[in-house]
């Protein structure tokens, strides 16, 4: 499920408690590498980790929610299970990489 969070952080809060596992995608309108690699990281949770939810927020719009975050990169990739943070990926990304820490907490989790 892609879903896109509102302008608060009490909405960000809720969504961690509703969703076992989910990921948030925090990136720039301006921001080309977040535009190629958001299809990526989609495309990647619905084909191989069908249960964890996908959220994006764009930060120029959700000051409050990057804050809280101290995200100050785009793009920055949070994983949270069980309400928990368990991965954060900022600026550099490598999918083979990122796929491989997946693996291992949705295996620990739903395994």
């Known amino acids: 499920m892609v879903l896109e969070s509102g ?4 909405e960000f809060s809720e969504l961690i ?3 076992n596992a989910i990921c948030f ?6 921001c080309n590498v977040c535009k190629s690699l ?7 949770i619905e084909s191989d980790f069908p249960t964890i939810n996908f ?7 959700t ?3 990057s804050g809280q975050l101290s995200v100050f990169s785009v793009p920055t990739i949070i994983f949270y299970f069980d309400g928990k943070e368990t991965i954060r ?3 550099n990304v490598n999918l083979l990489e990122l796929k491989s820490q997946i693996e291992r907490f949705y295996n620990l989790f739903f395994n």
Do not use: G, V
């Open 7 to 10: 302008n608060d952080f009490k």
């Open 17 to 19: 408690k509703n969703f």
């Open 55 to 61: 959220c994006y927020i764009n930060i120029e719009e």
């Open 89 to 91: 990926i900022s600026r």
């Open 63 to 65: 000051k409050e929610i």
């Open 38 to 44: 958001k299809p990526k990281i989609i495309e990647m």
């Open 25 to 30: 995608y925090l990136s720039k309108n301006d």
